[in-house]
């Protein structure tokens, strides 16, 4: 069973970076792909950004394209989410989730079996 905790979370101005991980324990992180997602009160919880088993296939959703970066460090059982240019609607809970499926952009929730508890992203001036 794998368990997954995020970190890294906090408050930060607008055009700021914060850098989320992903700590994974109980099972073989590197059989995992890892997803990103955000969720805000009453919305869904959105699709940020995924990565394969091994870090070689990542996607990103187009509103954090080219501002956020998924990484992963199997060796340290660990998942990153760097996000810079920081904006206001870029504020919500993140979460990290996990899958075994052959990887391809898995977009939806339900195609995430595990997740963490998730870290409050603030960006406030």
């Known amino acids: 069973q794998l368990h997954l905790v995020e970190s890294g979370g906090g408050l930060v101005r607008p055009g700021g970076s914060l850098r989320l991980a992903c700590v994974a324990s109980?099972?073989?992180?590197?059989?995992?792909?890892i997803g990103w997602f955000r969720q805000t009160h009453g919305k869904d919880r959105e699709f940020i950004a995924s990565i394969s088993r091994r870090g070689s296939l990542t996607d990103y959703s187009p509103p954090v394209k080219g501002r956020f970066t998924i990484s992963r460090d199997n060796a340290k059982n660990t998942a990153y989410l760097q996000m810079n240019s920081l904006k206001d609607e870029d504020t919500a809970v993140y979460f990290c989730g996990g899958n075994s499926y052959v990887y391809r952009q898995q977009v939806r929730p339900d195609e995430y079996g595990f997740w963490g508890q998730g870290t409050q992203v603030t960006v406030s001036s």
């Open positions: 109980g099972d073989t992180f590197s059989v995992y792909n």
